[in-house]
T-cell receptor
């Protein structure tokens, strides 16, 4: 069964510094996708970045990058140059290939950016 | 292009009542999924629809049901509400269904349901 683990309930970072949010996953399917979403207090889930299991390079989207280590089954999110607006819950999620659009989510990490 | 819209945004009901939540996907998206988010259980998959057919269902009682219309809009219904149904209900859409390459799901703002 699919499983996502986020071991950091809360993280603090100073404005303009970089921060890494951890995510490990478990699946027996060789083909899968990993996603990171941001959820501000308003509740909406905002898509940040995607990594496919067969992608050769780590995904990047602006200030977001994904440190994908397939052998260790980890997909950590790196946010560079943190901004106050980055304060939110961050969720790692996985979808296996084919058959369903179902996403399995981790418990999330609450990131607080301090001025 | 407009994002995923959900109505209503907030809802207060009493135990035993029923509720219907609506979701309009991004234009051109044909797959709709629903999730329940609570502080205790986190984000849990409810069900997903494609081509007006329920393709997959999570581990929820039969009080939770849904449907999808020909224009891809979706509704979910919860009958005989219980206090534990208080949650944020999120809808997500994606372009197609079950493709070889996982596609990104885009979420709506959610409906906050409070059951008293």
């Amino acid at each position: 069964a699919q499983k996502i683990t986020q071991t950091q309930p809360g993280m603090f970072v100073q404005e303009k510094e970089a921060v890494t949010l951890d995510c490990t996953y478990d699946t027996s399917d060789p083909s899968y996708g990993l996603f990171w979403y941001k959820q501000p207090s308003s509740g909406e889930m905002i898509f940040l970045i995607y990594q496919g299991s067969y992608d050769q390079q780590n995904a990047t989207e602006g200030r977001y990058s994904l440190n994908f280590q397939k052998a260790r089954k980890s997909a950590n999110l790196v946010i560079s140059a943190s901004q106050l607006g980055d304060s939110a819950m961050y969720f790692c999620a996985m979808r296996e290939q084919g058959g369903s659009e179902k996403l399995v989510f981790g418990k999330g990490t609450k990131l607080t950016v301090n001025p | 292009k407009a994002g995923v819209t959900q109505t209503p945004r907030y809802l207060i009901k009493t135990r035993g009542q029923q509720v219907t939540l609506s979701c309009s996907p991004i234009s051109g998206h044909r797959s709709v999924s629903w999730y329940q988010q609570t502080p205790g259980q986190g984000l849990q998959f409810l069900f997903e629809y494609f081509s007006e057919t329920q393709r997959n269902k999570g581990n929820f009682p039969g009080r939770f049901s849904g449907r999808q219309f020909s224009n891809s809009r979706s509704e979910m219904n919860v009958s005989t509400l219980e206090l534990g149904d208080s949650a944020l209900y999120l809808c997500a859409s994606s372009p197609s269904y079950g493709g070889g390459q996982p596609e990104t799901q885009y979420f709506g703002p959610g409906t906050r349901l409070l059951v008293l």
